[in-house]
């Protein structure tokens, strides 16, 4: 079975982060949206959308969210400005938990990103953009969200529900 790369990022005081590791599975998946969207809906985690990585620091605080790489290739940058700063591919998954901060800091012309968040997530998932003042507020937020049912790669009883406690 394929297994993620855990990496951990700490609050940095306007992005908080997660006690939940970013996790990110290369070639993972096939390099085509429709079948990226069809493992994502099988494992509970219903596609929301086609695009790429807004170019600005940014996090949720309502619900996890996956990217699956479908076309081309970014450069991401996750945890904020301190953070880390990732090349994913066509064929790359990054599963983000709630409140880790990512960022595109460069992409081919042909980028093409399926994102998708947990059965159960609220309808309405928040973008902040690393707010010291409402840090606090986003920190319960990102507390409440609960563990995904399933894994979008690797299903119920994968990877997700081992690193991440569900």
């Avoid at 997660?18 to 969207?37: M, Q």
Wanted: charged share 15%; net charge negative.
């Amino acid at each position: 079975m394929i297994q993620p790369e855990p990496i951990q990022f700490d609050d940095d005081g306007a992005i908080p982060n997660s006690r939940l590791p970013l996790l990110v599975y290369r070639n993972a998946v096939p390099a085509d949206a429709a079948a990226i969207e069809a493992l994502f809906a099988a494992n509970r985690w219903p596609p929301a959308w086609r695009d790429g990585v807004h170019p600005f620091h940014h996090f949720h605080s309502t619900a996890h969210e996956v990217l699956g790489v479908a076309r081309g290739e970014a450069t991401v940058l996750f945890g904020g400005p301190g953070g880390r700063v990732l090349k994913l591919s066509a064929g790359d998954v990054a599963v983000v938990p709630a409140g880790v901060g990512h960022c595109n800091q460069g992409q081919s012309p042909d980028l093409l990103i399926v994102g998708a968040y947990p059965d159960g997530a609220r309808r309405h998932v928040d973008t902040h953009h690393g707010n010291s003042a409402e840090v606090e507020e986003m920190r319960r937020n990102i507390a409440m969200v609960s563990i995904p049912m399933a894994d979008p790669v690797t299903g119920a009883g994968g990877a997700l529900m081992r690193l991440w406690g569900g």
